[in-house]
């Protein structure tokens, strides 16, 4: 258990549709990175927030967004859905402004049909 | 460029013998972070290790141990007396500049 808790777990979306990923960072983590992992692979990164700012990002397009809120709760978006974006998506959160990703959550499981 | 390379795709032993899996990195950076993670089926990544590049010392968990050569990039991870629940998914990664790649993975399998 890493107090780090995704939602939703598994989703099923429609090509060219727009998906809203969140996460709930353990407590007293103000660092939140978003991760890709499709099946097979290591997980990719996408980018991550440290108190509500972009601080890092992955070879992402811009279709691949994000927020993180003043209780740093974070959200990822993806818009314009495409086949190759299923995958599962992974969150981490870190304690401090470094870029370590520590504890993850389990992920959300997203199918693009 | 960043990279890390995992070698072995998937490795199986037998139940109390040690295994080791293998991790080289490359990074133009002076400072970085190394990790390992843990992937078991259900999906949610464990961590167990970060070890910074200025610290070359190598460390022991338990049955896990792992070994940090700056002199050739790598970072490998031994598991001493391997067990059944030790099988998951390994994951090395590099983190610096704010940037974190992960390796392929290696597939540890070990048998009863």
């Known amino acids: 258990e890493t107090g780090v808790t995704q939602s939703p777990t598994h989703l099923i979306k429609t090509r060219g549709q727009q998906v809203t990923l969140r996460c709930s960072s353990q407590s007293g983590h103000n660092t939140v990175s978003w991760y890709q992992q499709a099946l097979g692979q290591g997980p990719q990164f996408i980018f991550q927030y440290y108190r509500e700012e972009e601080n890092g990002r992955g070879n992402f397009p811009p279709r691949f967004s994000g927020l993180q809120f003043p209780n740093y709760s974070s959200e990822l978006n993806v818009n314009a859905l495409e086949l190759d974006d299923s995958a599962l998506y992974l969150c981490?959160?870190?304690?401090?402004?470094?870029?370590?990703?520590?504890?993850f959550g389990e992920g959300s499981w997203l199918t693009v049909v | 460029a960043q990279k890390v390379t995992q070698a072995q795709t998937e490795i199986s032993v037998v139940e109390k013998e040690d295994v080791t899996l293998d991790c080289v990195y490359e990074?133009?950076?002076?400072?970085?972070?190394l990790f390992w993670y843990k992937q078991p089926p259900s999906g949610e990544l464990v961590f167990l290790i970060r070890?910074?590049?200025?610290?070359?010392q190598n460390e022991i968990s338990g049955r896990y141990s792992w070994n940090f050569q700056k002199s050739t990039s790598s970072f490998n991870f031994t598991i001493t007396a391997s067990q059944v629940v030790d099988s998951a998914v390994y994951f090395c990664a590099l983190n610096d500049n704010n940037d974190m790649r992960f390796g392929a993975g290696t597939r540890l399998t070990v048998k009863p």
């Open positions: 981490a959160s870190s304690p401090g402004g470094e870029s370590l990703a520590i504890y």
């Open positions: 990074t133009r950076d002076t400072t970085y972070y």
């Open positions: 070890r910074n590049s200025f610290d070359e």
